[in-house]
Each structure stands twice: as structure tokens, then as C-alpha cells.
């Protein structure tokens, strides 16, 4: 059929409908025409006006008036017209308005930031010093989980979260996979990707892998993704892809700093070629991909994503400044107003400002493609960031920022595993909250398992996972877990977990070493880059004038003058002992420190029992 418009101004607008969408199409073109905008024109409407339709044989067969812009008619019969209201207005966003099939299960994305710190996005601490609007929409649109814990580097914690178990369980507990090391994540463990493929998901993996590739039975291809892009290591260089820490060897007559390995850009496990890309920017590079994929998705199959973006993760130093941000990111106004005083921070913030468009593109796609009502995005950090004083024992640092949280990277200080982290989705009944459940890294196999409705039979055995679903979609802020492990390394000599009392409160049992315990204190990269806060300090005062601290639960009353972080690595502090007479070094002791079970998202909440206790 076609739609013949006539107006005052003489205008004729023809519209080709299917047969069974006449109604819709005048439903769409009263409404157009009540808004002045006939057929999606820009035009206004002024006058009379009539539209009438007409078989492909020439008979009439209805009408509408401007006498009667809420009706057509056919023959003697009138038919009222459904206008669009302003809550319908919602569902004209390009894609919102498109739905999942009927009993179509959701699309899965798990957004990993690599050595983001704690106070490095906004919507953790309200920190205006690295806005990221784009993520913050979808944290404050969804759930924030505050008490969201990870391991305290990054091999490890992708292990724990791509099968669901605690890493001493899997034999990835000690450090990050080295350049041509000879292990990965052992290959009798299903990965997330192998029980998503089973349930008819299509499986992608883009960004970085670090769980192993020493034969192509620890790469991603193996481990249950129907396509991957990204590296196989733990960082490249952004323009060649070169993988490996950067050396000058001086004897030798070297003048600039040399990559120890070569290009480890892959596709699918095979080395992507010089001649096919170079020198496009690799986050850019992965979101290309991203939006790709989703685009080419037939919709009525779901996909699971696990995009482990580079961002955050730099290491300037090692790195001699091939990787930085592009000019379009240090131009934004958060970044080019930083002081210059601080260079390494504010090449920190301007990174910020990628990942945060990352994300934005990787929500405009699923937008885009029309799925993003049945689609649930997780967003979180794989550790906490390196600080400037562990650089040494962490391949660098970017000069991230985990204030008001203790330590860092490779530590099991708050620091090192307390991590931003949220869940977004239209499925969620109970969103924009911020809930102070205790959560694992392993628990998100099973929650998002139980998420898209499968069958809980079909996880695999023996996981150290909860799933924290109901408690997500009845609104509640207690979940199903009360404890959960850090981690135990004998080789590394750390170890820590924490336990949920009845009231909320944490207890955290933590020991071993920490760095050699050359330094476990507090950093405050905004305001001291790299030095300690001095006692007498306004900010000191303001965080660390509490008291002395203790072992075991932290008692509520008074007690004692307040003790500086200290200066010297042979002076004990707070949870150390003198030098073990075994290996010389100072030793964490086994030590409780009860964490105030308040919301991390206020930009004054410090993980403490009270205004008695350091915090930890």
C-alpha cells in the first residue's frame, strides 16, 4: 500500500508500508504530524491537511484529517490512532527500542581495566581530578560494588576470574607470566568462554590474555573464544606492538632503549603483519574490533565478551614513553589544566580519559546494534595501580592514585585488591545503588551463570564462586559470601583473607612480606607524588589523627596520640615485627584489622573501624 500526504502547501509525501504494518505506519505519521514533522521531516505543518490510503489497485481504503488527527477512517469503521507519549519517546534512542527475542538469553560483556586505581575513576571517591563520565553513567545507573576484591596482580586475577576458583587452587598464585615463560593457566580447567560457547554464545576475547602462551593450547582459541585480538603478554608498545619491557644495554652502544621481544599483536593466535596494521593506536585498535563484532552479530544469537583493555596499565619508565595518550585526550580540560609540576600524574589522567572512551564506544555499539535492553556489562580493575615507591617490583608504575586505601599493586594491602567495580543492566530490577556485599572475583562466573538462566549443574565442580544474582535483583545489600581468601603464596610469602561479622563489619587476617617491607604506607599521588605525608600536614590530620592502632578487633573507645606512617624501613610500623631472624627482612605480622563497613563511593570514606583506627 502507499500513504498519499496532501497539504495546504501542496507538498505530496509518499510512503511504501508492508500490508500488516498499515496500522503502525499511521500510528508513526499521526504522530509525526501533531509534532510538525511529517514522515521524519523537518519541515513544519501549517493549514489543513489529509492522508489517505490507497490499495496498489487504486481503491480507497482510508483516511486522516486534520478534523480528526486521532482517528482514521476505513469505509464507515474509525480506527483510533496510538500517539507516541513522552515515555515512548525513550524507546526512539537509536536501538533501545529494539528487544531481545523472547526467551533469548542476555548478551554478556566483562570490561577489565588494567592497574586502575582506586580513586583514579570517578564515581569511587567523586575524585574531579579524573573525571570518566562515561563509565560513571552506567555505575551510578546500575549497582557499585564497594567491597569488590581481585588478587594483587594481574595474571592471577584473570585466572580466578575466567574459571570461577581461588588461584592456589589453579597453581596461579605467586606472580604475572613472564616474557617466554613456560606455563599458563593449567588446561584441565574450563575457562568461562568454554561454559558460555556450550550454552550457544558466541565467545570474544580482544585486548590482553596473560594467562599463558607457551604452545597454542594456553592461548584463547584454546580456552574457549571463537575469536580473539589483542596480545598474549602483560603490555606492548601502542603504536608497534612490540611485547616486553624496554632495555639499553650502554656497553654495547646502544642509544635508545630496545624492546626485549618482538611484535605480539595476534588474531585468532596468529601474528597480525606489519603490512596489515601498524602505528594505530592499540586501544583504538581493540574498540575497531569491538564495534565490529557487535555490529556483524546475528541478534538473535547472543555473544560474551571479555574485552581486557591495556588501559590503565602504562609502566612510563620502562616503557620510555611509547605508550601515552593521543593529543584529542591530552587536550581535554581535566588533563591540560593539571599542573606540569606532576608530569607522570597527568600522563596518568590523560590515560584515564582513554579508558574512559573506551568504554563509551563499547555502550554505543551494543546501542547501536539494538541489544543493549537485554545486554549486562561488568566493569572492574584487575588490581589495584602500581604505586611510584613499589616500581621496582612491579615493572613500573603509572602513577595511579588508591587513596584513601593502603598500598598498591602486588600487595594484599586494601590497596593492591580493593578495586572499582559495578554491573549494569536493564535486567537488573533494583539499580542505582551501591551495595557493601562482600564480593570475589570469583564469584562473577556463577552470578552472571544464573543471570542468563542456565543450568547451575553445568559449572564447573569444586568453584570458589558465589552467585550474588538474587541479591542484585531483590535490592539487598547482604550476599551470599561471608569470607573470602586474598590469597596464600608460600613462594612470595603473603598471604590474607577477610571475614563478614554479623553486623557488616570486615576482619582482615593478613601476614607475610610486602616489598622486602621497604615501605607499606599510604600514597597520595594528587598532593605528593612518591613521599610520604608529613604529621603535621592538613591532610594528614584530617585522615590519620585517630589514634593508635592494635591488633584483633579494633576497640571503640580512645587511646593514645596518633602515629605517623614512618620514614625508616628499619623502624616497625603498624602490623610489623622486628626483622625475622630467618631471612632478615621485616615480616607483616598476624594481625586483624576491622574495616568500617561504609560506602566507598563518598569522597571521605576511609576503610576503618572507627576514628580510633589507621586505616588499612
Known sequence: MQLLFACWLFTLLTVTVADGGLQSAFDKLASDLLRGRPGGSSSSISGKWTVQVQSSSGKPTGSLSSATPNAWLTGSKIVPVKLATKKDAVSETPGASVGATPGQKPNVIIFVADDLGHADVSFTQG????????????????IILNRHYVNPICSPTRAALLTGKYTFHIGMQTH?????????????????????REIGYSTWHLGKWHIGRYTRAYLPNARGFDYSYGVTGGAC???????????RNVKAGDQFPQPVSGRDLRENGRKVDYNVTNNVYFPELLNNQAERLIHNQDPAKPFFLYFATPVAHTGFEPYQDSQHTMPQFQLRPPVFQFSNAYPERKKCIGIIQVLDEQFRRIVMAVVNKGVVNNTIFVFFSDNGGPLARHA?????????SNWPLRG???TLLEGGVRVPAFIWSPLLKRRGRATDQLFHVTDWLPTLWEAVGADPALLPEKGDGFSHWKSFQDGSTVGPRKELVNNID?????????????????????????FENNWAGWYVAEIYPGI?????????????????????????????????PSRSTATPRRGLKSPNASHGRLTVSLSCARIRASSTTSPRAIPTCSRHCRPN
Not at 392 to 400: E, K, L
Not at 502 to 509: F, I, N, T, V
Request: with cysteine; charged share 15%; proline share 8%.
Open 127 to 142: 575524585n574531579l581530578q579524573t573525571p570518566t563520565p562515561n563509565i560513571d553513567k552506567l555505575a551510578w545507573e546500575g
Open 176 to 196: 604475572a607470566i613472564g616474557e617466554a615463560e613456560p606455563w599458563g593457566l593449567p588446561t584441565q580447567f574450563p575457562t568461562m568462554a568454554d561454559k558460555f
Open 237 to 247: 608498545n601502542w603504536f608497534n606492538y612490540t611485547v616486553g619491557w624496554f632495555t
Open 392 to 400: 621496582a617490583f612491579v615493572h613500573g608504575s603509572n602513577h595511579a
Open 408 to 410: 598498591g599493586k602486588g
Open 490 to 514: 608460600t613462594l612470595g610469602r603473603m598471604y590474607a583473607m577477610i571475614m563478614e561479622d554479623e553486623s557488616g563489619h570486615l576482619y582482615k587476617l593478613i601476614g607475610g612480606n610486602v
Open 532 to 564: 610520604l605525608i608529613p604529621s603535621n600536614h592538613f591532610i594528614y590530620k584530617l585522615f590519620f589523627n585517630t589514634g593508635t592502632s592494635r591488633k584483633g578487633p579494633c576497640p571503640e573507645t580512645p587511646a593514645g596520640k596518633p602515629t605517623a
